[in-house]
């Protein structure tokens, strides 16, 4: 994403599962490290949940904006 457009639409889905998304790959090298960190692997699933489901809800909204956005963030579809 470009950086004047995350800073101009932070409410945008987009935005919200980009920020998840940064938020779940920093958790996880932390996981990798302190692997009995419990309280963290909640927040994570938490955290993958909540992608998830926005993901989800834009996929039903606007599947070319669900496509372009995790080609641009490398993530699964769902």
Not at 2 to 7: A, G, L, P, S, W
Request: aromatic share 8%; glycine share 4%; hydrophobic share 35%.
């Amino acid at each position: 994403m470009v950086k004047e457009e995350k800073e101009e639409n932070r409410g945008s889905v987009e935005f919200q599962v980009f920020s998840f998304t940064n938020k779940i790959r920093r958790l996880a090298s932390h996981l990798e490290l302190h692997k009995k960190d419990f309280s963290s692997e909640r927040g994570l699933r938490i955290l993958l949940g909540k992608r998830r489901r926005l993901l989800a809800y834009l996929a039903k909204k606007n599947r070319v904006r669900y496509k372009k956005l995790i080609s641009q963030l490398n993530i699964r579809e769902q």
